[in-house]
């Protein structure tokens, strides 16, 4: 079966099923992720741990994702695509299950740990299988539908994740993430196209090679920052509604869906004001982000701005996402999956650093505004490789002597 092509209208062209499906299958990836910030008290009361403690699942998820992601597409790096995807499936209902049974708190983080090697293979496969699928030309839009998978799940699967988590426990959630990961193994095998015999053989040393552009290693520092200053504060954001802003924790699901509204928002128009002009995306989504982390600072008392505040968050801390990942699948050209890998790695690289701090932040005198403080902090940093980047996209696009190389990026720089 050939590739999934995108057949042209008359107006923009339309994407193939197939990226609707792998958006899907991001969602569950990004439900399990996140959904514990929802319902960190819970966990903490039945399990007998301090919430900070709690927190450490959010954590190992991001460090399993750090180390697991270029490790696992390396090691399915010859499996059919169509086959690794499904693979990553299983796994990642097996681990849930366990989660949803086990009353040992360092089992649940090994298997936090595993479901992440198996959430990372799917995100990094998933990405070059979408970029692929669409071209150069609309990979970053593609990609924003993919990834809008995981902002979905910060609007539906999160909330209801922690409605029901508040109603009927706190495993519930796990059950039922288990149960949908092995449902969506069908559209994937339906969707995904096999992989024509005779093609080129993929190659760990190709794939290596393709790392020796610098600006894949800025778009990783960038992307690790960006996640490391909203996740900072999203991790525990429940704290901050309790204590500063005096919600009730019931409300919090609200707030959390609000982000999510915004998450979802941003990255699918990211993917697609990027196409044309990603540095404008990406510095006006560094500034406001830092903005925005200190407008929560200074306002987490007052509910309104709060609810305002979060949903900001998520519109313009996950606007640039699409936009990185597309970069760096794109500079890597021909041997474009551990490029993937390393990106959704970075991502967790800011997550668990951020989290983890922020965790130090919370007990510290600052309280529950802390976690904030420290993404605040983070997010100044975001400009440092943003800058650099654009300097060598210039300089890439015109160069001063010889013949131009090709930027290898599918989108094109700002002028």
């Known amino acids: 079966m050939p590739e999934a092509t995108v057949r042209p209208t008359a107006g923009t062209p339309r994407l193939p099923l197939l990226i609707y499906v792998l958006a899907a299958g991001v969602f569950l990836m990004g439900t399990t992720e996140f959904i514990v910030a929802g319902i960190l008290p819970g966990i903490a009361a039945d399990i007998g741990i301090g919430v900070a403690d709690a927190g450490l699942m959010i954590t ?29 499936l299983a796994v990642f209902a097996v681990g849930h299950v366990v989660v949803a049974l086990t009353p040992s708190f360092p089992l649940i983080l090994g298997m936090r740990f ?21 071209g150069p030309r609309l990979s970053s839009r593609a990609l924003g539908i993919v990834l809008g998978g995981g902002m979905l799940a910060n609007v539906v699967g999160v909330p ?52 020796r552009d610098v600006r894949i290693w800025l778009v990783l520092g960038g992307a690790a920052i960006v996640c490391g200053s909203s996740l900072a504060a999203y991790s525990f954001i429940s704290p ?11 409300a919090v699901p609200l707030v959390l ?10 990255s699918n128009l990211g993917g697609r004001l990027g196409t044309h002009r990603p540095y404008g995306v990406l510095f006006t989504s560094a500034a406001a982000t830092f903005l925005v982390l200190v407008g929560l600072a200074l306002f987490s008392h007052l509910p309104i701005p709060t609810l305002v505040l979060a949903f900001l968050l998520g519109l313009f801390g996950m606007s640039t996402n699409p936009i990185l ?26 997550t668990a650093v951020g989290s983890w701090i922020a965790g130090f ?23 440092l490789p943003l800058t650099a980047l654009l300097v060598k996209d210039r300089r890439a696009e015109h160069p001063r002597a010889g013949n131009a190389r090709p930027i290898g990026d599918p989108v094109a720089v700002d002028t």
């Open 361 to 383: 932040a919370l007990e510290s005198a600052l309280g529950a505004t802390g976690p904030v403080v420290v993404g605040a902090a983070i997010a100044v940093l975001y400009f």
């Open 60 to 88: 190992v998820f991001a460090i399993g994702m750090i180390i697991g992601t270029p490790m696992m597409a390396i090691a399915t790096l010859k499996l059919q695509r169509r086959l690794a995807l499904c693979l990553s």
């Open 160 to 211: 209801l994740g922690a409605f029901a988590g508040q109603a009927i426990g706190w495993r519930g959630p796990f059950w039922a993430l288990a149960a949908l990961a092995l449902i969506a193994v069908l559209p994937i095998l339906k969707q995904v196209p096999v992989e024509p015999a005779g093609g080129p053989v993929p190659s760990v040393k190709a794939e290596i090679a393709g790392l």
């Open 325 to 350: 990942i597309g970069k760096a699948v794109g500079y890597a050209d021909e041997a474009p999956t551990l490029a993937s890998a390393l990106s959704t790695s970075s991502f967790n690289v800011g």
């Open 240 to 250: 901050l509604l309790t204590e500063n802003t005096g919600m009730a924790a019931s």
């Open 257 to 266: 869906l609000a982000y999510g509204v915004g998450a979802l928002i941003g």
């Open 114 to 134: 595993v479901t992440a090697l198996a959430t990372g293979a799917f995100w990094a496969v998933a990405a070059v299988v979408a970029a692929k699928a669409v």
